[in-house]
DNA sequence: TAGATTGTTAATCGATTAACAATC
DNA sequence: TAGATTGTTAATCGATTAACAATC
């Protein structure tokens, strides 16, 4: 997996900075940037030049020598790793307040993921629209899924409930669960998820803060 | 910053863990599991036993040789240092939905903060309540931080509008920022900030789906 | 051409893992 | 005591940074 130019694996560590430089590079098309050198960009994003060009050169070159890199082009190079233009189809499970704020946000549609409907137990949310989608009976998900091509769940649901739901997803083929249960979900079985564990970013804020209060006391 | 016991530095790597430890024990904890070692909770958590007693080692010795770790113990120490019983004191600024969902999720309460209050510029929200914390014009914010002991500022407003909100929270004191703009905020002095970028791990999400794909196809 | 800046190799640094003596 | 398991040191591994030749 994780595939090079030159056939071998990107580590993880690369993989997981490229979801930033996306959101840099999007934000220099935004304001007409065109074009920018490793070094300008490094202290844009507070790192080192060296970390972006070994990071680029992990999938091909992208810039040109005594030129820079082309914002566009390297924006559309990275967007295409990450898969920004596959169209990936969504539902949401678990249409309670996080369920539909998600739904409303542009988080999906600035990666270009559709999502086509959000997925319920209670009558109380059943027939409703979240920003033109419709809260459909859990019931209903099997032939809803069915007759999409859904390849992302986006578990916003109870975690006790969850298990039943990720019984479902593996029986129907979709392909990656996006986890906002206060659990982990690994080793699925032809499933790839990621977990966001927002409590796990209060928590090192919470740490920050109290160290924060030790070094000012000392 | 980051002492341990021989007030040397701790690294981020590590603390970055810290709150999935946290999670885990108080998992075992719910399930009346008073007592491990290093071996089985690596095996339960899928990481090596060395980086468990390693890990736990940078902050002292938690746990005792020939027995392993008691759960109830390590679960008030690693909370002790996340800061866990500081009783710290947020508020919400931007009750759209989001704002909204974090205010009446347990994220907070989980870890000892406490949400006081939801802030808004918008006469749809401002007078409602949220799990019973009201939403007050962003103009009452100074007075009420002045009078609440305001340690967490949750930002959950559109970007576009966040730089006067950062103006405000310096000027007042506020020690931590929980960042959910779609913009990294680093860098301000004296303000602890933790962004919090879920579109990020969609975006990997994504990568992984794909990369899943390419492999089937090989 | 000369200047700039990449792509890439080599050097450094840090994090993870293995091993084992200490000790409960 | 014997067995188990930690705390800790040493060895390995990987990631980051520095340096520079290639080249636009």
Redesign the pocket.
């Known amino acids: 997996m994780n595939k090079t ?1 030159n056939d071998t694996t990107v ?4 993989i997981k ?1 490229l979801p930033r430089y996306f959101r840099y590079l999007r934000m220099l098309l935004n304001e007409n940037k065109l074009r ?6 490094a202290e844009l994003m507070g ?11 992990c999938f ?10 082309n914002v566009t082009y390297l924006y559309g190079k990275i967007s295409e790793i990450l898969g920004v233009h596959e169209n990936y189809q969504a539902i949401i499970i678990g249409a309670g307040r996080l369920g539909q704020a998600l739904a409303a946000s542009p988080v999906f549609t600035k990666r270009g993921v559709e999502v086509c409907a959000l997925f319920d137990v209670s009558a109380d949310v059943i027939g409703k629209e979240v920003d033109g989608r419709p809260v459909l009976d859990i019931s209903q998900m099997k032939e809803f899924v069915k007759n999409n091509a859904i390849d992302i769940a986006v578990l916003t649901l109870p975690y006790e409930y969850a298990e039943n739901a990720v019984e479902l997803i593996k029986s129907l083929g979709i392909k990656g669960i996006w986890n906002f249960t206060s659990h982990d979900m690994d080793h699925i079985p032809g499933v790839t998820v990621q977990n966001v564990h927002m409590g796990d970013s209060l928590m090192m804020l919470c740490y920050d803060i109290r160290n924060l209060d030790n070094n000012n006391e000392v």
Chains 1, 2 share one sequence.
Request: hydrophobic share 30%; charged share 15%; aromatic share 10%.
């Open positions: 130019k580590s993880a560590a690369v900075r920018i050198s490793s070094n300008d960009l790192v080192t030049a060296s970390q972006i060009r070994q990071d680029l050169n091909g070159g992208f810039g040109q020598q005594g030129y820079g890199y």
